[in-house]
């Protein structure tokens, strides 16, 4: 099983980006999906969460900014990003619970830069 992130990139305060990441590999169901964040210096946070079932959990810091969404059809899980703060400045990783062994996979990491 295979995550592969993309779409970040260097944007003004103010932007908006959007992060998607698809799921490849031996996957008969996708679980939870989610999006975290490390940004330098710091450990790797929570962003946003979506189940299986289209309920959303969003950290304190970008609740009413960013927007997750997944398609279980096409395996992806993203990430809007609106009102982008320099704080939002971060390496973005995507992850997802797959099939019934519980076992959750990773992405590689996508870098945003928000400039002032």
């Known amino acids: 099983v295979q995550l592969q992130a993309s779409g970040g990139g260097l944007v003004q305060a103010g932007g908006s980006l959007r992060l998607s990441c698809g799921a490849s590999g031996s996957i008969f169901r996708l679980y939870d999906m989610g999006w975290y964040r490390q940004a330098p210096g710091k450990q790797r946070e929570l962003v946003a969460t979506?189940?299986?079932?289209?309920?959303?959990t969003y950290a304190d810091p970008v609740k009413g900014r960013f927007t997750i969404s997944r398609d279980n059809a096409k395996k992806t899980v993203s990430l809007q990003m609106d009102s982008l703060k320099p704080e939002d400045t971060a390496v973005y990783y995507c992850?997802?619970?797959?099939?019934?062994?519980?076992?959750?996979?990773w992405g590689q990491g996508t870098q945003v830069t928000v400039s002032s």
């Open positions: 979506i189940t299986s079932g289209f309920r959303r």
């Open positions: 992850n997802a619970v797959v099939n019934a062994n519980g076992v959750t996979y």
